[in-house]
Every structure is written in structure tokens, then in C-alpha cells.
């Protein structure tokens, strides 16, 4: 059973926006991407569920950035068998899309989406190259699976690299029929796949947003509402009745700052007040120093 060598993370962009999204109303452009980042993310979730319950031998990585020529490409899962490397591109579409060819898209009410195929197809050729570069030669498959169980997709081609909700569990038994043995050199594969991965997109698109204008306070990390009760050693929301340890809420709020505004010094007083003034001082400055490095004397000192 794999647990995944490589385990997915929540890009840095839609870290942003989660941490924006309570305190401010986003631009339409940053909404839209907020609801499109999340979605996709929670599709993938579903996906890595499925291949964590894979019983054969197989190395599951999830959520690979590389860089190939100067043009990064990503890939939403790889798993490598003995003789096969399955590259998989997760899709979280919702309801009724008709298939149009020439260009091949899935269209929608008035919107339309490439037909993720032609990604899948461009990011297989360039995995191609990366192993060739690197003198790897297994053989890759590629698919786009479907995860959501009210896609449907009318006028659908007849394609075996695209896996629809009601095949899905068709298609994981196939994966877990393979014989698969592995030796050291898939180990290598998969350590240097893991190397090439490149983390964020360099240029990734930042939300707008300034300090000023963001809602000071801390709100319930399971729900996202701002109604929240203070205790001496907790935080109950008021809403879903969801607690959390005062020190924890502290480290999440210097983290929402830190990822945030990356150029601010961390201060008892600046956490103080991102908190919406409810914690103590003291209470503030005890979690600092247990878990930063204070920096310099009195007035001008800040953690690190
Ligand atoms: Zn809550």
C-alpha cells in the first residue's frame, strides 16, 4: 500500500487567497481563481485517496512542478511501475459538458475549456524528454481522470487516455492488476523526479490586497467565521463550536502574516493587532519566543 513518496502541497497562490478570501472581498479575477485553485485541489484530494489504497508495488508522487527548455509544465500525479510510468492529470469539472472538436473543447453554458487532453498530451512529450535527458526508458502512459461524479460529457470521443467518473474504479483495479517489482533504479527515478520539482510557479499571479484594508481578527480555522470566543487556553467558535489551542491560532495568524506580507517584521504588537486586539500581550510574546528567535533590543526587536 503506498503512501504517496511525495505528497501533495497546497500551492503558495491558494494559500493566499484561503488566507485573503475571510478578510477581504476578493476581485473577480482573484475570486474566480480562488474557486478554480480549491476545486482542483480538492479533485486531487479525492484522486490521491484512491491511489493510497493501491496494493501493489508502485511509487505514487503527487504534485510535480518541473522545467524543461526554460517552460515549466506540471503533473497532477505520477506513478511509477516496473516497466510503466502512469502520468495522470486530475479534473474536477461539475455537471454537463458537450464535447466540439476543431479545436477540441468541452463546452458549457457559454464557457469553454481547452480539452484537457491536449495538456495531457503536450506534458506527456515533455516527461518524455525529461527521462531521455536523464537516460531513464520506461515506457509512460498518460491519462485525465474525471473525479467528479456530475461530470458528464455529451458527444464524448471514444478515447482510452480518459477516464469518466463511472470508470474510475474500473480504471484503479487496472492500475492494481499491473505486476510491478521495483528495484533501486525506480527508487533513483523517483528521488530525482522529486529533485526536478520546482515547488511554486516562479511568476505565479499575486492576489491584490493591502495591509490596511484586510479585516483584523482571527476566525475559526474549520469554517472560516469571524464569531469566536476567547478562553483562557482556547478558541471555541461560536458557529461550529470548532476549538483550537490560543497557542496554535497564534502560529496560524503569524504564518497567514508571514506568507502574506513577507517583508514585515513579526512584533508582538503587529500579531497583537492582526489578531483583532483579543489575546494578550503576554500571551502573544510567551508563543514568539517559544517558537521564534527574538531579534534585537526593546522597542526595535522582532522575531524571526
Ligand atoms: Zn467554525
Not at 461539475?94 to 481547452?114: A, L, M, Q, V
Not at 533513483?188 to 495591509?211: E, F, H, M, V
Not at 508563543?287 to 524571526?304: C, D, I, P, R
Amino acid at each position: 500500500m503506498p503512501t504517496p513518496k511525495k505528497s501533495r502541497r497546497v500551492t503558495k497562490e491558494l494559500l493566499m487567497l484561503r488566507a485573503l478570501n475571510p478578510r477581504m472581498a476578493l476581485t473577480d479575477t482573484d475570486r474566480k481563481k480562488y474557486y478554480a485553485l480549491e476545486k482542483g485541489y480538492q479533485g486531487e484530494v479525492m484522486f490521491d485517496a484512491l491511489t493510497e489504497g493501491l496494493k501493489n508495488n508502485c511509487i505514487v508522487l503527487n504534485g510535480l512542478l518541473f522545467k524543461l527548455k526554460e517552460k515549466h509544465f506540471q503533473i497532477d500525479t505520477i506513478i511509477i511501475f516496473q516497466k510503466t510510468i502512469y502520468l495522470i492529470d486530475v479534473k474536477n469539472f461539475e455537471g454537463d459538458y458537450i464535447y466540439k472538436s476543431d479545436p477540441d473543447r468541452f463546452c458549457k453554458n457559454d464557457t469553454e475549456i481547452d480539452d484537457p487532453i491536449l495538456q495531457l498530451f503536450r506534458s506527456e512529450s515533455k516527461l518524455r524528454q525529461l527521462l531521455d535527458e536523464y537516460r531513464f526508458n520506461l515506457l509512460v502512459e498518460s491519462y485525465v481522470v474525471h473525479i467528479n461524479p456530475t461530470f458528464t460529457l455529451y458527444k464524448a470521443p471514444q478515447n482510452n487516455h480518459v477516464i469518466l467518473p463511472t470508470q474510475i474504479n474500473r480504471f484503479i483495479r487496472k492500475l492494481e492488476n499491473i505486476p510491478s517489482n521495483l528495484n533501486g533504479g525506480h527508487e533513483r527515478l523517483a528521488d530525482l523526479l522529486i529533485s526536478l520539482d520546482q515547488g511554486d510557479y516562479p511568476n505565479a499571479p499575486k492576489p491584490t490586497y493591502c495591509y490596511e484594508q484586510l479585516r483584523k481578527g482571527t476566525c475559526c480555522s474549520k469554517c472560516n467565521s469571524f464569531s469566536v470566543s476567547v478562553g483562557e487556553r482556547k478558541m471555541v467558535c461560536n458557529l461550529c463550536g470548532f476549538e483550537e489551542r490560543l497557542e496554535s491560532v497564534v502560529l496560524r495568524s503569524v504564518g497567514e502574516l508571514r506568507l502574506l506580507f513577507p517583508e514585515f517584521k513579526i512584533t508582538t504588537n503587529l500579531v497583537f493587532e492582526w489578531c483583532g486586539d483579543v489575546f494578550s500581550k503576554k500571551m502573544i510574546r510567551r508563543v514568539l519566543k517559544a517558537n521564534y528567535t527574538l531579534v534585537g533590543h526593546g522597542q526595535w526587536s522582532f522575531f524571526e
